[in-house]
């Protein structure tokens, strides 16, 4: 998987928790990207980096927060979390931008009960 | 809108037989088009990138083409073996913008 590490690797909690999901780069990346994947559609961007402390959003943002604060490392938060993000939730990097070769980090399976 | 639409959505075929996955696409301007492999339970992986110029492009028993006039692109598989079994994704960007469109994915099942 390229370099890349997702944590935890599977998590289960409560509606209106506040969970963080972490990515962690050996690449030295300049882009990183979280995004989910489920039943029926195509990964979809939540989030993205284009360096330290530089992020943006992507197409399903709402109800998610990130922060790099380092060049290896890309945080996912959800602020509160509900059903409707119980999700896989893949990490990827690269060097150049999005439109360039992506590499995906194994995923977060999270559920919110 | 820009889509992409990937058919079938899943197939199943024997291991040593080929088979040919589908990819339609809307997205204009037209950079680049992709084909990744994800095996259950992670992440995907490249197989190939083609640009506007390129047509066909092979790795290993994978092979790729892309009709830019007509917005396909197909994968084709060479004698499947078991571990082909996967989903195959198309993804699309577009040129001067950031947008990058994922296909739902072709499921493929080789049986021995």
């Known amino acids: 998987d390229a370099g890349i590490t997702q944590s935890p690797r599977h998590k289960v909690t409560e509606t209106g928790t506040p969970v963080t999901l972490r990515c962690h780069q050996t690449?030295?990346?300049?882009?990183m990207y979280w995004y989910r994947q489920d039943p029926g559609h195509g990964l979809r961007l939540i989030h993205y980096?284009?360096?330290?402390?530089?992020?943006d959003k992507g197409e399903v943002s709402d109800g998610y927060s990130v922060s790099r604060s380092k060049t290896e490392d890309f945080l996912l938060t959800l602020e509160s979390a509900t059903s409707s993000q119980t999700s896989v939730y893949f990490c990827?990097?690269?060097?150049?931008?999005?439109?360039?070769?992506?590499?995906f980090g194994p995923g977060t399976r999270l559920t919110v009960t | 809108k820009n889509q992409v639409e990937q058919s079938p959505q899943s197939l199943i075929i024997l291991e040593g037989k080929n088979c040919t996955l589908q990819?339609?696409?809307?997205?204009?301007?037209?950079?680049?088009l992709r084909w990744y492999k994800q095996d259950t339970g992670r992440g995907p992986v490249s197989l190939t990138i083609?640009?506007?110029?390129?047509n066909t492009k092979s790795n290993g028993r994978y092979t790729a083409t892309l009709d830019a006039d007509t917005k396909q692109s197909s994968l084709h598989i060479t004698a499947s073996q078991l571990s082909d079994s996967a989903s195959y994704i198309c993804?699309?960007?577009?040129?001067?913008?950031?947008?990058?469109?994922f296909g739902a994915g072709t499921r493929l099942f080789v049986k021995a």
């Open positions: 990827a990097i690269s060097s150049e931008g999005r439109r360039n070769e992506q590499y």
């Open positions: 690449e030295n990346h300049r882009y």
């Open positions: 980096s284009y360096g330290v402390k530089d992020t």
């Open positions: 990819c339609n696409y809307t997205v204009s301007p037209f950079s680049n």
């Open positions: 083609m640009t506007f110029s390129e």
């Open positions: 993804v699309v960007s577009e040129a001067g913008g950031f947008k990058t469109i």
